[in-house]
């Protein structure tokens, strides 16, 4: 990769994988701490979409590549960029918006403005409209109802905007045609991880329910749900006693409450990211339900569900690191480059023993002393 001449750039580059590397060089770490850091292999394939009925290949970030003369352009362009998100009430979203908008700003593309939907499609669909209006080259955004909002994408694309999707993409959109890419955490692989360790926490028997998001197009949802079920039905002494469904993170508490109340014996829940998950311990404290939770994403705060042993093990994200990836991605577009359909981050494994050091893997930043002071020594 030549980024000679343009030094901010490489180094928002570096920062995807400093703060592994590091660790894994880190002699003061456990070595189950390290095992836990090493990325997992990609799947082999990601949403299916018109075109690529069984998904399109799952290519590394790795391939986003610039020449001098490429970055040179970029400065030259006078490029700008809309964001057009679900929510920003989460950790997650709010590195993505960070990983996008500073290496936008290292490659010299100006953010027009992000909007938040506040987890209302009807909301981003009038979002999406406004960003329509202000006419910027790209738009990054990750639909909260693939379905419904499908048109609205349509007319952004129709409008000679280029979409980079975060995670999703809206139903009957084309790559390569009706958007440059999506990127995507390995979304299966987290919710298969983190659901087999539920299993060996109650022993490989028992009662577990899942909740997830109600909207049956949201692929990296679906993906999660789909790797649960795969990693439950590995064990036939398992039995999936639920499936509950919620049309917004706050929900979860309600969907929890009546999950647990109608089936005493469950031994615990994985829910499809840590905002929602965080209800669900909230609604079993409430019942007095002694259960296990595990979970996808971390941030700062759900970092403190971690170190307190409310959620045992987390498949996690790398927002930060896939809004590198899309702001690369959309780059190459603007310049005329082909652009992989599907661009994949791997799985990065969190417990307890590894919390701190997966932690600054997620976020590029040291964990806040609140979490370094409830794990008492017994995080790295």
Request: aromatic share 6%; net charge negative; hydrophobic share 45%.
């Amino acid at each position: 990769m030549h980024y000679r001449g343009f030094m901010a750039a490489a180094l928002a580059l570096a920062l995807s994988g400093l703060a592994a590397s590091s660790a894994l060089a880190d002699d003061t770490i456990p070595p189950e701490a390290k095992a836990l850091l090493e990325p997992l292999p990609l799947s082999p394939r990601g949403q299916p979409v018109p075109g690529f009925p069984d998904g399109p290949p799952a290519v590394s970030p790795d391939v986003l590549k610039f020449s001098d003369q490429d970055l040179a352009k970029l400065k030259a362009g006078k490029f700008t960029a809309g964001l057009v998100m679900h929510t920003m009430d989460a950790g997650w979203p709010q590195l993505q918006v960070a990983g996008i908008s500073n290496t936008l700003k290292d490659l010299g593309i100006e953010v027009v403005g992000t909007t938040d939907a506040k987890f209302q499609p009807g909301q981003q669909i009038s979002d999406l409209e406004q960003m329509i209006a202000r006419k910027p080259d790209v738009i990054f955004s990750i639909p909260i109802d693939p379905k419904s909002e499908s048109e609205a994408y349509k007319k952004a694309a129709a409008a000679g905007i280029k979409l980079v999707f975060m995670d999703n993409v809206p139903v009957d959109m084309a790559p390569g045609k009706d958007y440059v890419t999506v990127v995507a955490s390995d979304n299966e692989k987290n919710a298969y991880f983190a659901a087999q360790e539920l299993v060996g926490a109650i022993g490989g028997k028992g009662e577990v329910g899942i909740i997830t998001l109600v909207y049956d197009y949201y692929y990296s949802v679906a993906a999660r749900k789909v790797g649960a079920l795969k990693a439950f039905g590995e064990h036939p002494d398992i039995k999936v006693a639920d499936v509950g469904t919620f049309t917004a993170p706050e929900k979860a508490y309600e969907v929890a409450t009546a999950m647990l109340t109608a089936h005493p014996d469950m031994k615990g829940i994985f829910v499809a990211w840590d905002t929602p998950a965080q209800q669900v311990v909230a609604a079993a404290k409430t019942l007095g339900r002694d259960i296990v939770v595990t979970t996808n994403d971390i941030a700062a705060d759900s970092a403190l569900n971690v170190a307190r042993g409310e959620f045992l093990a987390v498949g996690a994200q790398r927002p930060y690191d896939q809004g590198v990836a899309e702001a690369k991605a959309a780059a190459l577009a603007l310049l005329g480059h082909d652009v992989p359909p599907y661009i994949s981050v791997p799985t990065l494994r969190v417990k307890k023993l590894d919390l701190l050091s997966a932690l600054k893997e997620v976020t590029k930043e040291d964990a806040p002393a609140s979490v370094v002071k409830i794990c008492n020594g017994e995080c790295f």
